[in-house]
């Protein structure tokens, strides 16, 4: 189709890998294409040559080019849009409005270049709710927040071509939804007919400078796996204390050891954090109650409510004891009031037998309590005795959930005395938010200290 454009023959001949891709682009059956892998792969190229061919191709259709974060889309894959747009010698076919962000084309066409990324103020993405689009290219996905990709999904249906709606990402190798939606679904064989991965790395690059080959080279640990290699398999730092398979292995499993019911509640009564209540059976998370920051009040009828709901004694109940006031621990009296900071819980040792040995106690080398409960979610998370039921409101909030598991970390490892988590504070870095979830999954394991 391509070749009736007016546009310079031979300008651009493809890899191999980027002809595969341009095939699933193309055919009436894929909407989704995930390419990519190492750096220099040729991504942003693949990404930027499709948008430019289709909006050439088919007058008064919409692309979009999409990236977390508008600046590096306007430095880097802009570039490399009118790179590709010289080298078709189509330059005079486009004007680019930088204010606006869009390419317009002199056949009614037009690409919106669009800011991705997760903002406080449009959690939502109501910015994207307006849009409709042919087709799109999210360059860098990895960056990227699930519900964006979601989003922007539902509104690929303008003047679509073949009828097909058509997305490309384009991505180095991320732990997170592209991991869990595209690299092991095709791993696994379980890829469904519309969704495609074509995994590539620079040396299938055939214009890649050597030298470029050669710094890639000197890459070392997480980063060469990653950017060299393009190893979607990479374990994470050693410091991770859950691997990414077993967190992922959490949700949709029913299986994990019932029992008592259970409720661990991380309130926020103020500040941008989430009032996250989580309830169990057992070492099964059956589901999760989700509130932007509420009143004192509120979060009392929430707990009531969830207690009596599904019959949970308030001895069971633990909650973040260090934001609330009185008037909610007058109510929790016999809950278990949860001090990150405070002393760990010296377990009582049980002797082969199943008798307690008399006060025979071993005293728990971790930092303070909430540290001691980190470790035990990591053991019970990496053995695969903690499940998570895909309620809709898990569904949800499942990438953010992974996301902050990925988070528990051994900090200080060099110290042989006591064991440490990573900070809150450097958790929120990496994050960009609170770990609501994770916080409420670690007060859980206050019940299961004794051994
Ligand atoms: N078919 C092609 N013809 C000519 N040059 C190409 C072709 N495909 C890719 N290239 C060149 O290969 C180089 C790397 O491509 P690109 O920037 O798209 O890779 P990338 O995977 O996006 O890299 P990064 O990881 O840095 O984002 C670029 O200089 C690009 O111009
Ligand atoms: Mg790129």
Redo the contacts with the bound molecule.
């Keep these: 189709m391509y070749l009736s454009l007016s546009i310079r023959p031979m300008q651009i001949t493809l890899t191999e890998k980027q002809t595969k891709a341009f095939d699933y682009l193309e055919d009436k059956t894929t909407k989704e294409i995930l390419f990519g892998g190492s750096a220099g792969s040729a991504?942003?190229f693949t990404g930027c040559l499709w948008q430019l061919l289709r909006r050439l191709a088919h007058p008064n259709t919409r692309g979009l080019i999409g990236r977390a974060k508008l600046t590096d889309l306007k430095n880097?894959?802009l570039m490399?849009f009118f790179e590709v747009a010289n080298m078709l010698g189509v330059n005079h076919k486009f004007k680019y409005n930088a204010q606006n962000n869009r390419i317009l084309f002199n056949n009614g066409s037009i690409i919106f270049l669009k800011d991705l990324f997760l903002y406080p103020s449009d959690p939502e993405f109501v910015s994207l709710g307006s849009m409709e689009i042919t087709d799109c290219f999210i360059?860098?996905a990895g960056d990227v927040c699930e519900k964006a990709y979601t989003i922007l999904r539902t509104r690929i249906r303008y003047n679509l071509i073949n009828g097909v709606p058509k997305m490309a990402l384009?991505a180095n190798p991320a732990q997170n939804w592209l991991y869990r939606e595209f690299y092991k679904p095709f791993k696994d064989g379980t890829l469904p007919n519309d969704r495609k991965f074509v995994p590539s790395t620079a040396r299938e690059n055939k214009y890649i400078p050597h030298e470029y080959l050669i710094s890639l080279d000197k890459l070392k640990g997480i980063d060469r796996e990653r950017l060299r290699n393009g190893n979607w398999d990479y374990e994470d730092d050693n410091t991770v204390m859950i691997p990414y398979d077993a967190i992922l292995g959490m949700f949709g499993f029913e299986y994990a050891e019932r029992g008592q019911k259970y409720i661990s509640a991380d309130i926020a009564l103020g500040g941008a954090d989430l009032f996250v209540v989580g309830v169990w059976d057992g070492l099964q998370l059956l589901d999760v109650i989700v509130l932007p920051k509420c009143e004192a009040d509120e979060v009392l009828t929430v707990l009531k409510d969830c207690a009596d709901k599904h019959q949970v004694p308030y001895r069971n109940i633990v909650f973040d004891g260090d934001g609330v006031g009185g008037y909610l621990r007058g109510f929790l009296r016999r809950s278990y009031k949860f001090n990150n900071g405070s002393s760990p819980i010296i377990a009582k040792k049980k002797q082969s037998a199943g008798y307690l040995m008399k006060k025979s106690f071993i005293t728990p080398d971790h930092a303070n309590l909430k540290t001691q409960c980190a470790y035990r979610l990591a053991d019970l998370a990496s053995n695969g005795e903690i499940g998570i039921t895909l309620t809709n409101t898990i569904r949800k909030y499942q990438d953010r959930i992974q996301s902050e598991l990925q988070q528990l970390k051994r900090d200080k490892v060099d110290n042989d005395s006591k064991l440490y988590i990573i900070s809150k504070e450097q958790m929120k870095e990496n994050l960009a938010h609170s770990p609501d979830f994770l916080d409420m999954m670690i007060m859980r394991m206050v019940f299961e200290l004794e051994y």
């Design positions: 991504k942003s880097t894959t490399t360059d860098e384009g």
